[in-house]
C-alpha cells in the first residue's frame, strides 16, 4: 500500500512569495489533515477536510493560507504571501472515516522563509 | 482548542535506563493515541488507547490510560539507541480531528 506521498521536500522562497505544497493521501482515505510544525514543537492542525469538505479550518490564517480538495483525492496547501515565521515543516496525514483509525503521515514539506 | 500537555519536555536516559512520558488533558477523552517521531521523520502511529483504566503493550512499551480517562502514560524499559525520538500523545476533538500533544523528546546515550 503506497503511502502518504508530498511534494517537494523542501523549499526555499523570500518573505512575501507564494508558495504550494501538494499532498496525495492513501487511496481510498475519506479524510485528510494538513498540520503546521515549528521546529522543536508538536503538529499544529492547520484543516481537515472529509472528502471535499472543509470539517475544521478554525486555525488556518485565512488572511493568508488557503487550502483545497477539489475531486475529494488530493490537497494543496497554499501560503500567499509567506511571513519568516511561516518557516516549519508542513505534514500532510490521511486517514479512513472512522473516528478510531490511525492516521499516517506524509514526509512533509520542509519551508524556509528567508 | 484542546490542551494536552506532556511531561517531561526532554528526557536523557542513558542506555538500558527506563523512560516515561505523561500526558494530561484538562477536558476526558475519548480515545488517545500515541505517536513515535524519529528526528527528521514524521510521526508514524504506536497505539490507540479507548477503555478507562486500559493498558497495552508492545514489547518493551508499556501504554496506560487513566481511570478518568484524563491522563495517559507510556513507559519503556531497557531503552535502546532505537527508541530515540519524540513521543506524542494525541487525542480527538469534536469532528474526529487529531490534537498533538507537546511531546517528549527522549535521547538515548549509548
Known amino acids: 500500500e503506497a503511502g502518504v506521498a508530498q511534494s517537494p521536500r523542501y523549499k526555499i522562497i523570500e518573505k512575501r512569495q507564494s508558495v504550494a505544497f501538494w499532498c496525495n493521501p492513501i487511496s481510498g482515505h475519506a479524510t485528510l489533515y494538513w498540520y503546521q510544525q515549528i521546529l522543536g514543537q508538536g503538529p499544529k492542525l492547520l484543516i481537515q477536510?472529509?472528502?471535499?469538505?472543509?470539517?475544521?479550518d478554525s486555525q488556518l490564517p485565512k488572511d493568508r493560507f488557503s487550502a483545497e480538495r477539489l475531486k475529494g483525492v488530493d490537497s494543496t496547501l497554499k501560503i500567499q504571501p509567506a511571513k519568516l515565521e511561516d518557516s516549519a515543516v508542513y505534514l500532510c496525514?490521511?486517514?479512513?472515516?472512522?473516528?478510531?483509525?490511525?492516521?499516517?503521515f506524509g514526509q512533509g514539506t520542509r519551508l524556509t522563509v528567508v | 482548542g484542546q490542551q494536552v500537555m506532556q511531561i517531561p519536555q526532554y528526557q536523557h536516559v542513558q542506555e538500558g535506563e527506563d523512560f516515561t512520558t505523561y500526558c494530561n488533558s484538562s477536558?476526558?477523552?475519548?480515545?488517545i493515541q500515541w505517536y513515535k517521531q524519529r528526528p527528521g521523520g514524521h510521526p508514524v502511529f504506536l497505539i490507540q488507547l479507548v477503555k478507562s483504566g486500559e493498558v497495552k503493550k508492545q514489547k518493551r512499551l508499556t501504554f496506560q490510560f487513566g481511570e478518568a480517562k484524563k491522563n495517559s502514560s507510556l513507559h519503556i524499559t531497557a531503552t535502546q539507541t532505537t527508541d530515540v525520538g519524540t513521543y506524542f500523545c494525541?487525542?480527538?476533538?469534536?469532528?474526529?480531528?487529531?490534537?498533538f500533544g507537546t511531546g517528549t523528546r527522549l535521547t538515548v546515550i549509548p
Open positions: 477536558t476526558t477523552l475519548s480515545n
Open positions: 496525514a490521511s486517514r479512513k472515516g472512522r473516528a478510531d483509525t490511525e492516521a499516517f
Open positions: 477536510f472529509q472528502n471535499n469538505g472543509v470539517v475544521d
Open positions: 494525541v487525542s480527538w476533538a469534536g469532528a474526529n480531528n487529531l490534537f
